[in-house]
């Protein structure tokens, strides 16, 4: 579950440098949409709705790894 957060967090840094969206915004990720939006595009509104739907994907998928799939793990 850290490694799908780091994904969703981290990975704006390396977008930003090397591509800066890609051609035709083909690298263009949900956390880098945000920072062109509301920095770059002066649309904050918008980049506060798409941070709030972020965190609403993350703490579902962090649920669902706490309900689901931590049941499998077994130490022994």
């Known amino acids: 579950m850290i490694n799908i957060t780091d994904s969703f967090v981290n990975s704006f840094g390396i977008v930003d440098i090397t ?3 890609g051609p ?3 690298t263009d990720l949900m956390v880098y949409k945000i920072y062109t939006d509301g920095f770059m595009g ?5 980049a506060a709705a798409q ?3 972020l965190m609403v994907l993350i703490v579902a998928l962090t649920f669902v ?3 689901y799939i931590e049941r499998r793990v077994h130490y022994s």
């Open 19 to 21: 591509t800066g969206g």
């Open 51 to 53: 941070s709030i739907v």
């Open 65 to 67: 790894q706490f309900r």
């Open 42 to 46: 002066k649309d904050y509104s918008l």
């Open 24 to 26: 035709a915004r083909a």
